[in-house]
């Protein structure tokens, strides 16, 4: 599976971006989705995940304030993110890993199989 991440670019604080992750030419809804986000010199932390019911899964850092989805035709996963901060800013990734992945494991990014290319989010203060 070949994902596409978009979306990213500078916003001030406070502001809005909408990210999306696509596999052109196939659905993911069989799929576990995560986005995952990783700074400079930090390590790849996990942000948000949608599982292949529906269910939804935030890091403490970001639940209120960014929510996932998937659209209906179930080809794109968004991750909404509003109230942004300069803490945010990051180079976000999406990943998707198979239906059969164990739950629990679905906040480590060993998990996923698939990867996007990432795109850049700067939060300017």
């Known amino acids: 599976v070949q994902l596409q991440a978009s979306g990213g670019g500078l916003v001030q604080a406070g502001g809005s971006l909408r990210l999306f992750c696509e596999a052109p030419?196939?659905?993911?809804?069989?799929?576990?989705m995560g986005w995952f986000r990783q700074a400079p010199g930090q390590e790849r932390e996990f942000v948000a995940g949608?599982?292949?019911?529906?269910?939804?899964d935030y890091a403490s850092l970001v639940k209120g304030r960014f929510t996932i989805s998937r659209d209906m035709a179930k080809t794109t996963v968004h991750l909404q993110m509003n109230s942004l901060e300069p803490e945010d800013s990051a180079a976000y990734y999406c990943?998707?890993?198979?239906?059969?992945?164990?739950?629990?494991?679905?906040?480590?990014?060993?998990?996923?199989?698939?990867w996007g290319q990432g795109t850049l989010v700067t939060v300017s203060s």
């Open positions: 030419g196939r659905t993911l809804s069989g799929y576990n």
């Open positions: 990943a998707a890993a198979p239906r059969t992945a164990i739950l629990s494991m679905l906040r480590h990014s060993k998990a996923y199989d698939y």
């Open positions: 949608i599982r292949w019911s529906g269910a939804e």
